[in-house]
């Protein structure tokens, strides 16, 4: 579950849409108003329960200049004005208090999870571009999603046994992948292997179609005649 920062003038967590998530196992954090940012980067989320306008504000403008997790406010008046303000300061979305909790709970949860996808994106864009140098730069697996993506474009997804396929060939580059190989780690629980390498060419053809712009003249999945496929290095 996730880790939520709660900066309120109160000293306590407790509240109508704080106890919801903490039922359903949300770690909320009282965050102290006299020290706002100490400890922000073990949290997700920041979530500060609106106090006046101009404290709520000093509170948006320090941590917008500290932290990087996104900031949400729980509005107690509900002003329209003042959320403008404190949207435009940095805060991401400005929730009522007359907001139904579980709504709350679901809402913020999809919000989470969007961040936490793009951070993985981020991380795997990275590790590839420290790590696997003799790649292609431009080339990203997101496994969480069953997709990838190409020069920075939208995801493409794939079906399962395609990104099973897909991952063998990016975490070994240059060199080529048998059908026995294939067979191994896509069909390792099925007894009958008749035709599996009818099924690895038909599945490495689908992926083809859905990743490379001229199939005829591949950019990342090369075939090795009479052995397998490999995915090509710059």
């Given at each position: 579950m996730y880790k939520i920062g709660f900066l309120t003038s109160e000293e306590t967590t407790n509240?109508?849409?704080?106890?919801?998530?903490?039922?359903?196992?949300?770690?909320?954090?009282?965050?102290?108003k006299a020290n706002?940012?100490?400890?922000?980067?073990?949290?997700?989320?920041?979530?500060?329960?609106?106090?006046?306008?101009?404290?709520?504000?000093?509170?948006?403008?320090?941590?917008?200049?500290?932290?990087?997790?996104?900031?949400?406010?729980?509005?107690?008046?509900?002003?329209?004005?003042?959320?403008?303000?404190?949207?435009?300061l940095g805060g991401e979305i400005c929730f009522s208090s007359k907001i139904d909790p579980e709504e709350f709970l679901i809402t913020l949860n999809n919000l989470l999870a969007r961040v936490t996808v793009n951070k993985q994106q981020v991380k795997?864009?990275?590790?590839?571009?420290?790590?696997?140098?003799?790649?292609?730069?431009?080339?990203?697996?997101?496994?969480?999603?069953?997709?990838?993506?190409?020069?920075?474009?939208?995801?493409?997804?794939?079906?399962?046994?395609?990104?099973?396929?897909?991952?063998?060939l990016y975490n070994n580059p240059g060199r080529a992948i048998s059908y026995e190989e294939f067979k191994e780690t896509l069909w390792e629980s099925e007894t009958d292997i008749e035709d599996k390498n009818y099924r690895i060419a038909n599945t490495v053809f689908h992926l083809r179609s859905k990743i490379e712009q001229n199939t005829t003249k591949p950019r990342f999945i090369k075939t090795v005649r009479s052995k397998g496929y490999m995915f090509k290095v710059r």
């Open positions: 509240g109508t849409h704080t106890n919801c998530l903490k039922k359903k196992g949300w770690e909320v954090t009282l965050i102290k706002p940012i100490e400890g922000e980067t073990q949290f997700d989320a920041i979530l500060i329960h609106e106090d006046d306008m101009a404290t709520t504000c000093g509170w948006l403008i320090e941590l917008t200049q500290k932290i990087k997790v996104p900031i949400y406010l729980l509005s107690k008046e509900d002003d329209s004005h003042a959320n403008v303000v404190y949207l435009q795997v864009g990275n590790h590839l571009k420290k790590d696997n140098s003799g790649l292609d730069s431009d080339f990203v697996l997101v496994p969480n999603n069953l997709a990838v993506i190409i020069d920075g474009e939208e995801e493409i997804s794939l079906t399962r046994k395609e990104f099973q396929a897909m991952e063998i």
